[in-house]
């Protein structure tokens, strides 16, 4: 029999998900098959998989320690997302990861740059923030291969939008972070873009979001165009703007996205004709002298605590070389 001490960091996690972060290298039905036949057990009952852990539970695994080793497996990760070639550890230098807003215990928040992927899966990338963020950790200690839990991004940006991303480097801070994400207002998000056309004043923009999967593109419609549709939270957002110059045909302001949804702001502001500058998908005719459309998040601000950190606790980042040439 083998067996494991939950500490505070495992603290509110399912059982079963523990486990598919403990037994890494083990199928889904696996684990299953192994609750069901007690052949795991938690403070020497038998588990059911969907128990919360308190620090100082105990999970005892009646396999063999083959079976046990086989069903762990160690995974280094190089920048690029893969495991390094021959098992070997691949090193990653700084300069691989994007500058550093903030660091320490719980979070890190990079600034993130134009043309890198918040997660793997876009085909115009190779190496994704994730996986240098992970690559990162691994190399600094802050998660030691083997480790129960896998730090994660709490937010996410397009491909070609710069600015602020938090990654959560504990179970709890994600936990704390990402349930914040997810409740408008209780951070306040700041973005910088410029757009085409002069746009003047602040708005509070209310409209119907709709998306298109096939294509991965947003339109909005607005409230009172379409009466018969049915305004719900799922399907409304709203979107703040603030005129902060005007400058050749263009306009650059500050937004904040309350409700958050993908590609808010490159649709909502296109819905009112004043598309990003650079963004072609959204009916952009102008270039911009960096990648995409110019969009930045530049400031995060906490209107609720979090973990140790008062409210009116804010990050910010300073948009990408070039943003404002244009």
Known sequence: MNKIIITAADTGRRLDK???????????????????????????????????????????????????????????VSKSGAPPPQGRAKTTHNNDLPPIVYEDENLLIINKPTGVASHGGMKSTTTHLLARVIAYLQQKGDYPPGATFTPALCNRLDVNTSGLVVCGKNYQALRAVNALFATPGAIQKQYLAI???ELTGSATLLGLYHKDTSTNTVYITNCDAVPTVTITAANTVTTQYTSLAISDGRTLVSVNPVTGRSHQIRAHLAAIGHPLLGDTKYGSTRVSNTQGQLLHCNRLELTQPLLDYPINTAWVAEPPEGFFTI
């Not at 890494?24 to 192994?34: G, H, V």
């Not at 052949?39 to 320690?65: M, V, W």
């Open 195 to 197: 757009v085409e056309g």
């Open 18 to 76: 523990f486990l598919l972060m403990y037994l890494n290298d083990a199928t889904r039905s696996f684990i299953y098959k192994l609750l069901r036949k007690k052949r795991i057990k938690l403070n020497g009952k038998r588990a059911q998989g969907g128990e919360l852990l308190q620090a100082g539970d105990t999970i005892e695994f009646h396999l063999s320690q083959d079976t046990l080793e086989n069903s762990r497996k160690i995974r280094v």
